[in-house]
């Protein structure tokens, strides 16, 4: 069978054709550094944000959602002007942490997605900040991998709505917009948060779990979970998943 031939068997069949990854936790392996700065910000503001509460609760949220959500249960609403100073602090402190001290990948992930990117198209749609998120990657063998990279600086809502995901296939549709169109149910999300794989899935996409944050007994609602993609084929993900 011809390459375009089995191409276009794959499209009929509903196959995987593209991968969304979460940045935090996914890729980059830095969930402890935004917590510690992002409690500094939130202590110079008033605000308490505990560990458990963090991991328990707001984790996989994009920190304007947490922050608003935290001003409005001390305030009964939120003040827009100070979710903006929080937002921005938070930001400062860890370019600051980061000019020093580069985030690190997890180390099975440049494999991974120099593997996936022979066969299918990748993207990334993060809570995250994109100046985080090209900071971590710069100079990194996978840093031109990603077709499509949302963050919040894209997407006003953050997960678990599927806004993110959402605008990430519409970036992704309008790159190639011949026919046949990119399709939700040709998608694979990666996550490593129960908000992730929420906005995945209400997003109309398969979703992996990588049980790099919390304990897999808390990711079941994906439709596979991982303890990570160390020596993962991602046609084998094709293959169980679609």
């Known amino acids: 069978m011809t390459r375009l031939a089995a191409h276009w068997r794959d499209v009929t069949e509903g196959s995987l054709r593209a991968i969304i990854f979460d940045f935090n936790g996914v890729i980059a392996d830095d969930e402890r550094t935004h917590l510690e700065c992002f409690q500094q910000a939130l202590s110079e503001a008033g605000l308490v944000l505990s560990k458990e509460d963090y991991y328990g609760t707001y984790l996989g949220m994009d920190e304007r959602t947490c922050a608003a959500a935290l001003l409005t249960r001390r305030d009964g609403t939120c003040d827009h002007t100070t979710l903006a100073r929080i937002i921005e602090r938070k930001a400062g402190l860890f370019r600051s942490h980061t000019a020093t001290h580069k985030p690190a990948l997890f180390p099975w992930v440049t494999g991974f997605v120099q593997r996936a990117i022979e066969q299918y198209r990748l993207a990334i749609a993060s809570g995250g900040r994109r100046e985080q998120i090209q900071s971590a990657l710069a100079g990194h063998p996978i840093e031109a991998a990603f077709e499509?990279?949302?963050?919040?600086?894209?997407?006003?809502?953050?997960?678990?709505?599927?806004?993110?995901?959402?605008?990430?296939?519409?970036?992704?549709?309008?790159?190639?917009?011949?026919?046949?169109?990119?399709?939700?149910?040709?998608?694979?999300?990666?996550?490593?948060?129960?908000?992730?794989?929420?906005?995945?899935?209400?997003?109309?996409?398969?979703?992996?779990?990588?049980?790099?944050?919390?304990?897999?007994?808390?990711?079941?609602?994906?439709?596979?979970?991982?303890?990570?993609?160390?020596?993962?084929?991602?046609s084998e993900l094709a293959r169980r998943l679609f």
């Open 148 to 234: 499509v990279m949302i963050s919040a600086d894209d997407c006003a809502v953050g997960k678990p709505d599927p806004a993110i995901y959402e605008c990430a296939l519409r970036q992704l549709a309008a790159k190639r917009p011949k026919p046949p169109l990119l399709r939700a149910d040709e998608c694979l999300v990666i996550e490593d948060s129960r908000a992730g794989i929420q906005a995945g899935l209400r997003a109309g996409m398969r979703v992996l779990a990588l049980a790099t944050t919390y304990p897999a007994s808390q990711l079941t609602e994906a439709h596979l979970v991982l303890p990570s993609l160390e020596g993962i084929d991602p």
